[in-house]
């Protein structure tokens, strides 16, 4: 792989729900880039990936956010998303909601090569390790489909988590196996989407561990709601805020879990 730039200019794309729901994974994907080297820009211009509608049907609004995002992050040197099912959109599918547009497929094609799910570019791009990390306590790690399946997104997580000093990771059975969210899966079939979510957290509560973590904010609310209905002990963050030293602010559903 060839080297990146020396402090390399990139775009965050937030996502909407970071943005809405868990602005802190943003801050934390922020300090993390800054502490790698990187120049990091948040254009104000950014919105929804397009995802929704694309896994909807709706191919022609797709593409109408395909192109803004594409606009909006081609003058980058990488594009970084702290989250695999947006970036799986970016790199996987935005050309094929632009397969009837070839120039707009073609700039398309190019900024999927620089745009990264965040764990990823930190291990495989800029090659970096969190220095004074420290947290005494056991997690588990979800594997989110898009991330994992379209991404190849599985060591480099594990990899950054084992720099932090005293977190004992412990293995969650089937964490390969989907959470139930699955976007609009879950509104569509609630019902099996409840039960594929209630095995996920019968499996994360035998870990005994004290944190979920995982790199999909959608998945790990699905997996925190199911657990705080469940009065489990289990708090769920996403990756990077355990990586960026924020492991004591509020959880995933804490508020939801305090009612």
Known sequence: MQAPPVNPRVGLFATCLVNTMRPSIGMASLQLLEEAGCRVEVPLAQTCCGQPMFN??????????ARQFIETF???DYVVIPSGSCAGMTKAHYEEALADDPPWAARARQLAV???????F??????????DRSLQATATYHDSCSGLRELGVHDQPRALLQQVRGLEMRKLEGSDVCC???GTFCV?????SNGIVDEKAVAVERTGADLLLGGDLGCLMNMAGKLSRRHSSV???HTVE????????PAIGESERAR
Do not use: C, N
Not at 115 to 120: A, C, H, Q, R
Not at 122 to 131: E, G, I, N, S
Not at 188 to 192: F, S
């Open 188 to 192: 569509k079939y609630p019902a099996i």
């Open 180 to 182: 139930g969210f699955g």
């Open 114 to 120: 620089r745009t990264w799910e965040i764990t990823s």
């Open 242 to 249: 355990v990586l960026a030293g924020m492991a004591d602010a």
């Open 122 to 131: 930190l291990t495989d791009v800029m090659h970096f390790a969190p220095r």
């Open 235 to 237: 708090r769920v963050m």
């Open 74 to 76: 081609e003058q980058y």
């Open 56 to 65: 909807s049907g709706d191919t022609r609004g797709a593409a109408r956010l």
